[in-house]
């Protein structure tokens, strides 16, 4: 709860500000009470004026929604719905987690007030990478049948790849990298080794069942970074697809707005600015 309340992950405008070890998106856990102290935030302080009556309303609820607490009332950039309130535009407003990604579904019955399933989906994008030379034989080691056995010519491991930038809403980084390594390990028979080759020539073709050979986890504090190493055969756009379709790197949620999203807009603050125009200057 105490948490929800600091993470940046879990909130645009977190309330409390922690000091000490409370863990990260990669989903590593907060340090003992011991270790760790809180204080009001400057959004904390903004929610305290007003609940105090100093300040019109602030409308952090509209903002943060009620995701980070297991609600269904989906957030939004700060800057847009603030923009949205200052104008009583709602026009283009669309949910956007505190962790980025891209939000889909039915998205206008959102905004009319029902209660609809919305498709989370991480940011990716690929990169092509220069052929690597060919590596050419090693010296014969053994003969089979009179046939010579030995690893030829490919292309050294890994080319194109795959990077996670942003991960959908709930879900650990480190949930996903192990998700990931788990899948480019052989099943079912199947061997994540090199092609081999009988006389120079094609004879047997290994693979994987995914397309990732590899994954690395290269996030720190200035973001998520997440490397998937692809086969040197694999299609970078096949890739992606699996990828969302095949891990939590995409998932979905339950949204409800507690109104129409224009109704919400147009009512939120009964008239008194000022707890917007104070937010507005903190965000800005």
Do not use: C, F
């Given at each position: 709860?105490?948490?929800?309340?600091i993470?940046?992950?879990?909130?645009?405008?977190?309330?409390?500000?922690?000091?000490?070890?409370?863990?990260?998106?990669?989903?590593?856990?907060?340090?003992?009470?011991?270790?760790?102290?809180?204080?009001?935030?400057?959004?904390?302080?903004?929610?305290?004026?007003?609940?105090?009556?100093?300040?019109?309303?602030?409308?952090?609820?509209l903002?943060?929604?009620?995701?980070?607490?297991?609600?269904?009332?989906?957030?939004?950039?700060?800057?847009?719905?603030?923009?949205?309130?200052?104008?009583?535009?709602?026009?283009?407003?669309?949910?956007?987690?505190p962790?980025?990604?891209?939000?889909?579904?039915?998205?206008?019955?959102?905004?009319?007030?029902?209660?609809?399933?919305?498709?989370?989906?991480?940011?990716?994008?690929?990169?092509?990478?220069?052929?690597?030379?060919?590596?050419?034989?090693?010296?014969?080691?053994?003969?089979?049948?009179?046939?010579?056995?030995?690893?030829?010519?490919?292309?050294?491991?890994?080319?194109?790849?795959?990077?996670?930038?942003?991960?959908?809403?709930?879900?650990?980084?480190?949930?996903?990298?192990?998700?990931?390594?788990?899948?480019?390990q052989?099943?079912?028979?199947e061997?994540?080794?090199?092609?081999?080759?009988?006389?120079?020539?094609?004879h047997?073709?290994?693979?994987?069942?995914?397309?990732?050979?590899?994954?690395?986890?290269?996030?720190?504090?200035?973001?998520?970074?997440?490397?998937?190493?692809?086969?040197?055969?694999?299609?970078?756009?096949?890739?992606?697809?699996?990828l969302?379709?095949?891990?939590?790197?995409?998932?979905?949620?339950?949204?409800?707005?507690?109104?129409?999203?224009?109704?919400?807009?147009?009512?939120?603050?009964?008239?008194?600015?000022?707890?917007?125009?104070?937010?507005?200057?903190?965000?800005?």
């Amino acid at each position: 709860m105490v948490q929800d309340l600091i993470a940046p992950w879990r909130r645009h405008l977190p309330l409390l500000t922690g000091h000490g070890n409370w863990g990260s998106q990669a989903g590593d856990p907060p340090a003992g009470w011991d270790y760790t102290e809180i204080s009001l935030s400057p959004y904390g302080e903004l929610a305290i004026a007003a609940e105090n009556g100093l300040l019109g309303p602030v409308p952090l609820g509209l903002v943060d929604g009620s995701w980070y607490r297991g609600g269904l009332q989906p957030p939004y950039l700060p800057q847009a719905m603030l923009g949205a309130l200052r104008d009583r535009d709602p026009v283009n407003l669309a949910p956007a987690p505190p962790t980025g990604g891209r939000v889909s579904g039915d998205l206008n019955g959102l905004a009319a007030g029902r209660l609809v399933q919305v498709t989370l989906s991480s940011t990716v994008h690929t990169e092509r990478m220069q052929q690597k030379p060919m590596r050419p034989p090693p010296a014969p080691s053994s003969t089979e049948g009179g046939w010579h056995l030995s690893t030829g010519p490919h292309p050294d491991p890994g080319g194109d790849r795959v990077i996670i930038t942003e991960t959908p809403y709930g879900v650990a980084i480190n949930d996903l990298v192990n998700e990931l390594a788990g899948r480019t390990q052989p099943h079912d028979g199947e061997s994540s080794m090199p092609r081999r080759y009988l006389s120079g020539e094609p004879h047997l073709a290994l693979r994987p069942a995914a397309p990732v050979i590899d994954v690395r986890d290269e996030s720190d504090r200035s973001g998520v970074r997440v490397l998937a190493l692809l086969r040197p055969d694999a299609d970078p756009e096949e890739a992606h697809a699996w990828l969302l379709a095949a891990t939590s790197a995409r998932r979905t949620l339950d949204a409800l707005l507690p109104a129409p999203l224009a109704t919400l807009i147009a009512s939120w603050d009964a008239g008194d600015s000022t707890g917007l125009k104070a937010l507005t200057a903190l965000v800005t």
